[in-house]
C-alpha cells in the first residue's frame, strides 16, 4: 500500500530532505505532499488576486490562496509530519496539527526538546514526538511496513 505523508511547518532547514531520503534509502512507498516552501512564492500566492496596501488584507489573501492546497493535501494525507523549528513561532504547523486533529489525521510532530511545554497540547494530540527526522524516518518505516 502506498502512503501519502504530509510535512508541515518549518521551512528554513532540510528536515523535509532528510526525511524523504530516509524512506527513499529504506525504499518505502511513501508519497511526499507539502505546503509551498518557498516563503516568497506563498506570501505572494494572493497577489494575481489583486494588490492589497494593508499587509494585513495581502496577507490574509494569500493565506486563503495557500489553503486550498494544505486543506486538501492535509485530508487526502495518511499521517503528517509537523515540525516546529527553534528560530520562528510556527502559528501555521500548530494550526494543521490542530486540522489533523479536527478530520482524525494522525501527525508526528518534530521538535527539540526546549519546546515541549508550549507545545503540549499539540503533543498530546499527536501519535508520537520526534527530536530528530531520522528518528521520524524510523517510524514510517515501522508504520508502513510493520518492521
Known amino acids: 500500500m502506498k502512503w501519502t505523508v504530509y510535512l508541515s511547518g518549518e521551512i528554513h532547514t532540510d528536515w523535509r530532505e532528510k526525511i524523504m531520503q530516509g524512506a527513499k534509502q529504506h525504499g518505502l512507498d511513501i508519497e511526499f505532499t507539502s ?6 512564492a506563498s506570501d ?3 497577489d494575481l488576486l489583486g494588490e492589497n496596501d494593508n499587509q494585513f488584507w495581502r496577507d490574509h489573501q494569500s493565506s486563503k ?6 486543506k486538501n493535501l492535509i485530508q487526502k494525507c495518511d499521517i503528517a ?3 516546529f523549528g527553534d528560530k520562528y513561532k510556527q502559528w501555521n504547523a500548530a494550526f494543521d496539527a490542530g486540522y489533523c486533529s479536527a478530520l482524525g489525521k494522525p501527525y508526528i510532530t518534530l521538535h527539540s526538546d526546549d519546546v515541549i511545554h508550549p507545545l503540549k497540547e499539540v503533543d498530546a494530540a499527536a501519535m508520537a ?4 527526522p531520522e528518528q521520524v524516518v524510523e517510524l514510517l ?7
Open 35 to 40: 505546503a509551498v516552501t518557498d516563503h516568497e
Open 44 to 46: 505572494a500566492a494572493g
Open 65 to 70: 490562496v495557500n489553503a486550498i492546497r494544505t
Open 81 to 83: 509530519i509537523i515540525r
Open 129 to 132: 514526538w520526534a527530536q530528530t
Open 141 to 147: 518505516k515501522y508504520t508502513t511496513s510493520g518492521s
